[in-house]
């Protein structure tokens, strides 16, 4: 069997499997076919995790900044754990990412009110880069939600005609996780779901290539502000509101089943009295 055979066979058996193990479920899958590793865990939309450096100082966790077991911190350019031969952007990319990692983090702070961000960016050998500008934010404990997650993954994927035109193809995935405590009305019950949409522009950079990186920043950072707010949209009008939908069919459905209980307890009350 072909590699691209094997990951798609992993990804249609992740698909039939409860979305909250998908990282345990993943992790088996991996020792299956350990060679193609790094293919699958790419393509499988999972909720992002949270690292640390010595200082304590929290960065995001993806398979954007892993190199073996270990991750790049986008704040200090280290591994965690310490790893020999490691993979680095190169100086130019560094300056960029920098700039990036303070810009979407004003970006996280006025839409998300809270959580952790992390940008990371890698060369390409065409003479264009990649990169992925992450958000994971934690669902607060609040009346009806025991605990829940929120992991925003944009991947952006840049090219060059090698003259003024850069080419911008976003790559977007929303993974929400969110466990409803119990109730007499529903139960207890665990929402978890992935939307993706992806997005491509082509810009002309200005003449003589000045302010260049200023302009990549804000190209991309406006890709990421449309393209997550029609996702938000989505979540709110078509994943909630089909939940809502169930919830209601479930209450009908156990509203008419009580009641039919009742008009069997009457009627055989009815019958030992005047039967």
């Known amino acids: 069997m072909e590699s691209k055979e094997k990951i798609h066979s992993c990804l249609n058996i992740l698909k039939r499997l409860p979305p909250t193990q ?3 479920n993943a992790a088996a899958l991996v020792s299956l076919i350990p060679d193609y590793a790094e293919e699958l865990y790419q393509k499988i939309d999972k909720p992002l995790d949270i690292g640390q450096d010595e200082r304590g100082n929290q960065f995001i966790q993806s398979e954007f900044n892993r190199d073996g077991d270990s991750f790049r911190s986008p704040q200090n350019n280290q591994y965690y754990p310490p790893i020999d031969d490691a993979v680095y952007p190169s100086e130019q990319l560094r300056k960029l990412e920098l700039k990036a990692n303070a810009v979407f983090d004003e ?11 992390s ?5 390409k050998d065409d003479g264009g880069f990649a990169t992925a500008w992450l958000i994971r934010k934690n669902v607060e404990k609040t009346k009806g939600i025991e605990e829940g997650s929120w992991s925003s993954i944009n991947v952006i ?5 090698g003259k003024s ?5 976003i790559t977007t995935s ?3 996780e969110m466990n409803i405590s119990s109730n ?4 207890k019950f665990n929402i978890t779901g992935t939307l993706t949409k992806q997005k491509e522009e082509s810009f002309e950079a200005p003449a003589g290539g000045k302010d260049i990186e200023l302009f990549h920043i804000m190209k991309i950072g406006t890709l990421v502000e449309d393209v997550e707010s029609y996702l938000r949209s989505q979540l709110d009008s078509v994943y909630f509101g089909k939940t809502r939908d169930i919830v209601f069919q479930t209450r009908f459905s156990e509203g008419e089943k009580q009641s039919i209980q009742q008009r069997q307890g009457l009627a055989g009350e009815f019958k030992q009295k005047y039967g």
Do not use: A, M, N
């Not at 970006?107 to 961000?117: K, M």
């Not at 940008?119 to 060369?123: M, V």
């Not at 994927?157 to 005609?161: G, N």
């Open 22 to 24: 998908i990282q345990k």
């Open 107 to 117: 970006y996280r702070r006025l839409y998300y009110e809270g959580g952790l961000s």
């Open 119 to 123: 940008c990371y960016f890698w060369d």
């Open 157 to 161: 994927d840049v090219k060059t005609d």
């Open 165 to 169: 035109k850069w080419t911008y193809k």
């Open 174 to 176: 929303v993974v929400l």
């Open 184 to 187: 007499q009305d529903v139960g």
